[in-house]
């Protein structure tokens, strides 16, 4: 099906088309439809805001896929916190974005989570550590300090500043986490 696109008089014309016109402009111009509208918020808080959702429903979904696949007790108590810690961390995104602003609800990474879906047990464990704990709050820690350093919007620079001691934690219980369990860095 094509799309046809309407003429300046044939939408001065028929205002409800012009309106219609310009929100299909709008969502085909948008970076990523899913999460912001162009014009509303600058490169770097799109960005940011891209890179948190994508962290915090990643982490979710691998915590939540940790309980079916580990029998580990400190790899299921360290999931348990990530899933009620990134849950947390994305009501509060929500909480701060700019009005018009769409925030996902589910923008997981499906890549590295089809990567530990397979694993159970001890392989799962290391995976799951080694991905998620270390390399996911490594990501996550950079996105959120370069949002707070450069972002141009002052709720999610502070967004991001409040969520960085979190990470940071995060990242130190990933740490502890996978030396019990021989990961390595």
Known sequence: MSVRRGSAATLARCPSRAVNHRAREQTMTTENASTTAVGVLAAVDRDFIQAATMQHSTQVDAGKMAHKNTSNADVRSFARHMIADH???????????????????????????????????????????????????????????????????????????????????????????????????
């Open 87 to 185: 849950m947390r961390l994305t009501v509060q995104l929500k909480a701060v974005a700019p009005k018009g602003v769409v925030i996902p609800n589910d923008n997981s990474d499906m890549a590295l989570l089809d990567s530990l879906r397979p694993l159970v047990g001890a392989d799962f464990d290391r995976a799951y550590v080694r991905k998620v704990g270390l390399e996911g709050h490594r990501i996550a820690i950079a996105a959120f300090e370069k949002e707070a350093k450069d972002g141009e919007n002052p709720s999610l620079k502070q967004a991001a500043l409040d969520a960085l001691p979190t990470l940071r934690e995060h990242y130190l219980m990933s740490q502890k986490l996978a030396q019990k369990l021989g990961v390595t860095e």
